[in-house]
């Protein structure tokens, strides 16, 4: 599962400089609905022991490109040790593709900046994170890779061109 990690920095007297913020995904595709699940979990990772951080009725939010989940987070992290983690939230969105089954990048990020937070506003945004194309159209596996378009296929000694062509108990066909 891809990590994505939002390094906190902040002015002094902030407790951000404490945490990290992680977005951990997955995804599944369905070639038959020309869509993307993705699975995200979004949490914290303390960067030194026993921070005196806490964190009351602060609205955080994940967001998978466009679908988002709020929750309010309320936490105690006064006495959390450097390396723990902790996961906030956890959302899931299913994305079409276009069309001819490509990806148009989207951004996974979380956000949090009200209630009472000692370590203040989190901004996190990873733009651009893009997932395989599903084939359309003609289509046949070529060494492990889908390849799309007109395709080619020697019959009978002869190149033929043709939707796509399958061999089937040693015999080349048009598959329809």
């Not at 038959?32 to 005196?52: F, L, R, Y």
């Not at 709020?70 to 992290?77: E, F, K, P, R, V």
């Not at 990048?105 to 949090?112: D, G, W």
Request: with cysteine; hydrophobic share 35%.
């Amino acid at each position: 599962m891809p990590r994505l990690i939002y390094h906190c920095y902040a002015t002094s007297g902030s407790h951000l400089n404490y945490f990290d913020i992680y977005i951990d995904y997955s995804y599944t595709q369905s070639i038959a609905n020309n869509t993307t699940t993705v699975n995200a979990q979004s949490g914290w990772i303390c960067k030194i022991s026993d921070p005196g951080t806490y964190v009351a009725n602060a609205n955080y939010k994940l967001s998978i490109g466009s679908n988002s989940k709020s929750i309010i987070w309320t936490q105690d992290l006064r006495n959390v040790k450097a390396g723990q983690e902790g996961q906030i939230i956890a959302h899931s969105a299913v994305i079409p593709h276009n069309d001819d089954g490509t990806f148009t990048p989207i951004t996974l990020s979380a956000y949090s900046a009200t209630g009472r937070v000692t370590f203040g506003t989190i901004d996190a945004n990873f733009p651009g994170i893009t997932f395989p194309d599903i084939p359309r159209g003609p289509f046949v596996k070529h060494n492990g890779v889908w390849v799309r378009g007109i395709v080619y296929a020697k019959v009978d000694g002869v190149w033929k061109q043709g939707l796509a062509y399958a061999k089937n108990n040693g015999v080349w066909s048009v598959v329809k």
